[in-house]
């Protein structure tokens, strides 16, 4: 992928491919922020 601009084509492929939204957000970054946020959420329970 070239640049951002080309985000749009990769979503509308998994849309395609019949990928839930939810399993496209996924894809697209969601996994790594939800990790994020737990970690984060452990290190302030500490």
Same mark, same amino acid.
């Given at each position: 992928?070239?640049?951002?601009?080309?985000?749009?084509?990769?979503?509308?492929?998994?849309?395609?491919?019949?990928?839930?939204?939810?399993?496209?957000?996924?894809?697209?970054?969601?996994?790594? =922020? @939800?990790?994020?946020?737990?970690?984060?959420? =452990?290190?302030?329970? @500490?």
């Amino acid at each position: 992928m070239e640049d951002v601009s080309k985000l749009s084509k990769i979503t509308d492929a998994l849309l395609k491919k019949t990928y839930s939204e939810p399993d496209i957000e996924k894809i697209l970054g969601g996994n790594i =922020l @939800r990790v994020m946020e737990q970690v984060e959420n =452990l290190k302030s329970a @500490r």
